[in-house]
Nanobody
Framework: QVQLVESGGGLVQAGGSLRLSCAASGRTFSRYGMGWFRQAPGKEREFVAA????????SYANSVKGRFTISRDNAKNTVYLQMLSLKPEDTAVYYC?????????????????WGQGTQVTVSS
């Protein structure tokens, strides 16, 4: 079982930056990739970004392309989300997800572990 712990959330002004971290621990038989989802008040949880663990291929939601960068440190079992030019629309709880298999293509339902979430609030 893989445990995920997010950190780095907080309150920032529009145009500011934050870097989220998600540290994985515990035993896993495989790791295909990790990703980030977010859920804003009154909205469904949505995909933000994902990265494969071996070669570092990335995928982003259209709403964050050009502003957010996902990366990983294999040695530290940690995935990061660098968020630049933050907008009030980015306000949400951000969740880290773990994928053991490519089946599901980083869909929410394909994740086998989730973090507890970290709050990101962007003020106008």
């Amino acid at each position: 079982q893989v445990q995920l712990v997010e950190s780095g959330g907080g309150l920032v002004q529009a145009g500011g930056s934050l870097r989220l971290s998600c540290a994985a621990s515990g035993r896993t038989f495989s790791r295909y990739g990790m990703g980030w989802f977010r859920q804003a008040p009154g909205k469904e949880r949505e995909f933000v970004a994902a990265i494969t663990w071996t070669l570092g291929y990335t995928s982003y939601a259209n709403s964050v392309k050009g502003r957010f960068t996902i990366s990983r440190d294999n040695a530290k079992n940690t995935v990061y989300l660098q968020m630049l030019s933050l907008k009030p629309e980015d306000t949400a709880v951000y969740y880290c997800a773990h994928y053991s298999s490519p089946i599901g293509s980083f869909q929410e339902s394909a994740a086998d572990s989730w973090g507890q979430g970290t709050q990101v609030t962007v003020s106008s």
